[in-house]
């Protein structure tokens, strides 16, 4: 048993304590911990936590305790979505914290698939990020939340741009 | 390329990451990265100065090897150097570097701190935002003290934009989650509980769960929270649902909200104020009604926005626990749940009406729905559903339905997954105990668990059928019987065959006028399991054998022969060998009337917390499991009361398991009958209790310690060195209490050695301080009670501070002493937070307490106290002046102690800073 994972008195824990998403093969292709935990312990409950699920069968309910956790998770195609919360918690909000997810990934890539996933790891971290933070749905409309992404993305040209200009003429 | 790159590229990355894919084997997997690896080691390494851009791609590179789950032990510094980056997209790649990888070099986190405060003022958005969710990510001890006092400026000040709040509210939240001693509170506090009105529905959003959080931990301080969030509650439920446009999810208006919202309002009991009351109960209400009209989109995600709304309110419904409709209402939406195609409603339904079981105005409600339950647990397909099934049948259970609930459950059990056996098996013998009107019912139950999942009875379920069977004498013929019969049978499980050697070894002797059960046949059936039982087993059976020898004279001779045998005589196993050989000895040495005096019956338990109940309490953890004794009121009536008083004492009382101590091994050794008859049962060591002991540091009078038998209260005096202290021990019980003794690790004055019920006994104690001291003295007490000898050791409240004379000074002369004592170690300085409310005449009267004179009007600052005193010792008297600075704002004190003696400058700190 995780000591992090259960209850203390003197802390308060997230309510959500992590996120992962992994394929079908059981690899792991996003991580998300809202928990302080040491590197070994996450592989350990990652490892756990993919068998656990992939072991189930299509039809089951789509919350099951562990450990001393709630999981929740839904399964996109290829991908595993799968929340860690508290006991206590809103099992169907955090099942649709997981659709929304997935529908913001497949607004910004355009109809999302796996290998979108992988090749721009980085961008689904910083969907995640403008949608959750700390565990707590941060910005829940679709709207908002891709005119931030998006906003970034515009920083992100602008600064490219100049970079390219400046290496041809060999100032750098 | 396979996948869309929006903005940058890095080329390379994508071909490294193709490369990664395209590898057959994890060895040439690890060859590639380890050939990544070392080309982007010796680019950091190299001369040339890498530009941004290739920071950022081999920055990218290792996170992404790490997140394969490789290690990665350099970079760092490359990730940090790219926060100051100008450009957006390197600073955000930095920045999701460190947030994935950190750690905690000290010298990177005060770097990256810095990168941090810089974005921070930036007074970009965007770049203050990076900032946020990398502290909200981090969350670390190191960040919280850098930027906790930062934050709420940010989140409250006029002009932050929008998207910044939201990100300031939930960074603030994490860091308040991971150490809320350094967010201060303060005047933000008042206009952060105002974001609830906020225009913005995503600042709401964030600003709830921040509230809500803080709110758990300091109610009073966000009381007016309430009112706003009903007042936004009744907004939402009421609009339209194209109002809140993109805040509507499938038809439903703002879902995330209404949960946040519903659950703040979780924090707090029902609003006192009735037209608050009123909204509330209509918002309730509005949400109980719309999961009755016809859905608005096929779409589960419209179905599950509504009832995540619906469940979050059924439990701000059951949380108020009262308002009998609602409630009622509440259970038939769930009733209707529990039938419905959905599946994962059907479990979310099993599970809410868990919680309304416990509430006395819709038990009996829920209880109309146990046939449905019934047919879950035989129908459902998902092992987690059907463990949801069993846990509300659980908890509905009560004095009407027990004997048809526990009858389901038994045959549940024998084809039950293998994960859940355990639990059943607990909590079948819960219930049979609980609701057992005539005891033959419970024995066969317990009998039933053993046959049908022997393996799952834990020692704890057989010790307690032994128990009750003892202590009842109108089921222990029946009882007799019943471990006889079903011992008939050619294979029974071992935990059958202990039960059944206790039973008969004890009260054989009831069925033994049957021919068909004469002491004989009794004997050679248990003597016929014998051999394929373990160790423990089998020592538990020689016992039975001479017990049997006192119980029935005949058999003796076929018995001596059986011990006599070198099987046993001889046996490898030394506590088998040794009861063979002793109880042998003691059936050919003993007259018939020692032997019926040493082997005489058991005499009953004391009545105590069944232990089964504390184990199922120990698995589930005190949270998961509906207490049946506990929660629901008046249900049941005050008879069900009766256990629960004595749970929190289990610890000063040897366990039940230690007394039966059937399961002996060779380690443990003691043999049933030296567990009976002899005192040695005590655990080698006791946990002293000082719980009350910090109570008596400013006051001489009260009670010491208490438990279900025994009161021990305390009056004290003392004068300059010397004191006096009288206790009293009270019996609390009807019975006697035999071989009464205490002992002090110092010296004491003998105590009658009987109490009888109900009665007191005082004991004096004369008490000399010899120089300081810090460790206080320990009490042991002694005593019988129901056959057992009962142990607790309580820390006696003498401390240093009991020795003071109170010294009154001038200000003038107070602070020359002060200056006196200025030496380093004369000092001690303690800086805490309040754990009671901070009360001016409360405190005073602490220090009083305490021992020194309260110094008015000698401190320039009139919030503060100053005092004074001398500890007497025999050899010594050490002058001693404090001061305590208490700050309201932070609900903090400062306790400073000047004496010449450093110890005890120190004990009088650590006594003192204990009590406000």
Not at chain 1, 12 to 30: A, D, E, H
Not at chain 1, 84 to 104: C, G, K, P, S, W
Request: glycine share 4%; hydrophobic share 40%.
């Amino acid at each position: 048993m995780f000591g992090v994972c259960s209850q203390d008195e003197s802390e308060v824990w997230p309510k959500m304590q992590f996120m992962l998403l992994f394929s079908r093969q059981g690899k792991l292709r996003l991580q998300k911990w809202y928990v302080p935990l040491s590197d070994k312990e996450r592989k350990k409950i990652s490892r756990d936590l993919v068998q656990t699920i992939l072991a189930r069968k299509p039809k089951m309910c789509s919350f099951l305790e562990w450990r001393d956790l709630k999981i929740v998770y839904k399964r996109y195609a290829s991908l595993y979505f799968c929340c860690a919360v508290e006991d206590q918690d809103n099992e169907l909000i955090t099942l649709e914290i997981i659709h929304r997810y997935v529908e913001l990934l497949d607004k910004y890539f355009g109809s999302v698939c796996e290998l979108d996933i992988i090749f721009n790891f980085e961008k689904a971290y910083f969907i995640l990020d403008e949608f959750l933070l700390g565990g707590e749905a941060q910005e829940t409309s679709k709207k908002n939340v891709l005119k931030a992404i998006e906003q970034a993305d515009l920083l992100q040209e602008e600064a490219e741009a100049p970079r390219s200009v400046l290496e041809e003429i060999g100032l750098t | 390329m396979p996948a869309v790159s929006k903005g940058d590229g890095m080329r390379g990355l994508a071909v490294f990451i193709s490369d990664i894919r395209n590898c057959k084997s994890k060895e040439a997997e690890i060859k590639r990265i380890n050939k990544e690896l070392a080309n982007i080691r010796s680019k950091f390494k190299g001369d040339k100065a890498l530009d941004g851009y290739s920071k950022k791609k081999y920055v990218c590179k290792l996170l992404f090897i790490f997140l394969l789950g490789h290690d990665i032990d350099f970079g760092h510094m490359e990730a940090v150097n790219l926060l100051s980056s100008n450009k957006y997209t390197e600073k955000q790649i930095g920045y999701l570097f460190i947030s994935v990888l950190v750690n905690s070099n000290s010298d990177l986190i005060r770097l990256i701190n810095n990168a941090i405060k810089n974005d921070l003022g930036s007074r970009n958005p965007t770049f203050m935002n990076l900032a946020l969710h990398c502290i909200a990510n981090v969350g670390s001890r190191e960040m919280a003290e850098a930027f906790a006092s930062e934050i709420p400026r940010i989140l409250v000040a006029g002009d932050t934009m929008d998207s910044v709040k939201q990100s300031a509210a939930l960074c603030l939240l994490r860091l308040y989650r991971s150490s809320p001693d350094l967010v201060p509170m303060g005047d933000w506090t008042a206009r952060v509980v105002h974001l609830l009105n906020d225009q913005h529905l995503g600042v709401v959003t964030a600003a709830t769960s921040l509230i809500t959080t803080l709110a758990q931990k300091n109610p009073d301080d966000f009381k007016t929270s309430i009112s706003l969030a009903v007042a936004r509650l009744s907004r939402i439920v009421t609009s339209a649902s194209i109002d809140l446009q993109d805040y509507t999810y499938y038809f439903v208006a703002a879902p995330w909200l209404s949960v946040k919202l519903l659950r703040l309002l979780q924090c707090y009991p029902p609003p006192e104020d009735a037209a608050l009351r009123g909204r509330l109960t209509e918002c309730l209400e509005t949400i109980l009604n719309k999961a009755q009209e016809p859905p608005k989109s096929k779409k589960v995600q419209h179905s599950n926005g509504k009832n995540a709304v619906l469940f979050e309110a059924i439990s701000l419904i059951i949380h108020h626990d009262s308002e009998p409709t609602l409630l009622v209402r509440a259970c038939n939406q769930l009733g209707q749940f529990l039938q419905h195609r959905e599946t994962n409603l059907r479990y979310l339904a099993l599970e809410s009406m868990c919680t309304l079981a416990s509430s006395e105005f819709s038990h009996e409600a829920v209880k109309t729905h146990m046939e449905t339950v019934i047919n879950a647990l035989k129908t459902e397909r998902d092992v987690s559903v059907r463990q949801r099934a069993v846990d509300l049948l659980y908890a509905m259970c009560d004095r009407s339905n027990a004997k048809q609930i526990v009858a389901e459950m038994l045959s549940y059990l024998e084809t039950a997954d293998y994960s859940i056996r355990e639990e059943i098996v607990l909590k079948v013998a819960i219930l049979a105990e609980k609701y057992a009107v005539d005891y033959t019912w419970y024995v066969d139950t317990i009998l039933n668990l053993i046959r049908i999942a022997g393996d799952y009875v834990s020692e704890e379920v057989w010790y307690r059928v032994i128990q009750i069977v003892i202590n009842r004498d109108d089921v222990q013929g029946y009882a007799a019987k019943t471990v006889f019969e079903a011992l008939q049978a050619p294979a029974c499980h071992e935990n059958l065959v202990k039960v059944g050697g206790y039973i008969l070894g004890e009260f054989g002797n009831l069925i033994a006028g049957d021919s068909r059960s004469s002491p004989l046949v009794q004997f050679n059936l248990l003597h016929s399991k014998f051999h394929l039982c373990s160790v423990p087993t089998r020592a538990l059976l020689l016992s039975a054998y001479i017990k049997f020898i006192n119980l029935f004279p005949e058999v003796k001779a076929t018995i001596q022969d059986v011990l006599r045998s070198d099987s046993q005589l001889r046996n490898a196993d030394v506590e088998l060998q040794q009861r063979a050989v002793e109880y042998l000895r003691l059936s050919c040495v003993a007259s018939t009337d020692i032997l019926a005096t040493v082997l005489e019956e058991m005499p009953p338990f004391p009545e105590r917390e069944s232990s089964i109940l504390a184990k199922l309490k120990r698995k589930k953890g005190p949270g998961h499991l509906p207490d049946i004794n506990n929660t629901r009121r008046n249900v049941n009536g005050s008879s069900d009361h009766t256990e629960t008083n004595e749970v929190t004492n289990q610890d000063s009382t040897p366990s039940f398991t230690d007394l039966l101590n059937l399961n002996s091994s060779p380690s443990t050794g003691a043999s049933l009958l030296v567990d009976a008859f002899s005192s040695s049962s005590t655990p080698a060591s006791i946990d002293v209790n000082e719980e009350n002991f910090s109570r008596f540091v400013c006051k001489n009078n009260g009670v010491l310690y208490e438990n279900h038998l025994l009161q021990v209260g305390l009056r004290s005096e003392y004068r300059q060195n010397l004191g006096r202290m009288y206790v009293f021990y009270g019996n609390k019980t009807s019975a006697q209490f035999p071989s009464f003794s205490t002992s002090l690790n110092v010296h004491n004055k003998a105590v009658d050695p009987i109490i009888d019920g109900g009665a007191q006994v005082q004991q004096i104690l004369n008490i000399e301080c010899v120089s300081d001291f810090t460790d206080a003295p320990i009490l042991n007490i002694q005593f019988r009670y129901g056959g057992t000898l009962q142990n607790i050791a309580v820390k006696l409240p003498v401390m240093l501070n009991k020795f003071f004379q109170p010294t009154e000074m001038t200000s003038q002369d107070f602070f020359q002493r002060w200056k006196q004592l200025g030496a380093p170690q004369q000092e001690v300085q303690k800086i805490f937070k309040a754990k009671n409310p901070m009360d001016k005449e409360v405190t005073k009267a602490k220090i009083v307490g305490f021992g020194v004179a309260l110094l008015e009007g000698v401190d320039p600052n009139p919030e503060n106290f100053v005092g004074a005193g001398i500890i007497h010792t025999k050899s010594t008297q050490v002058g001693c002046l404090l001061r305590l600075e208490p700050n309201t704002q932070a609900q903090m004190y400062r306790l400073t102690l000047r004496t010449s003696r450093d110890t005890v400058s120190q004990r009088l700190c650590g006594l003192l800073s204990e009590q406000f």
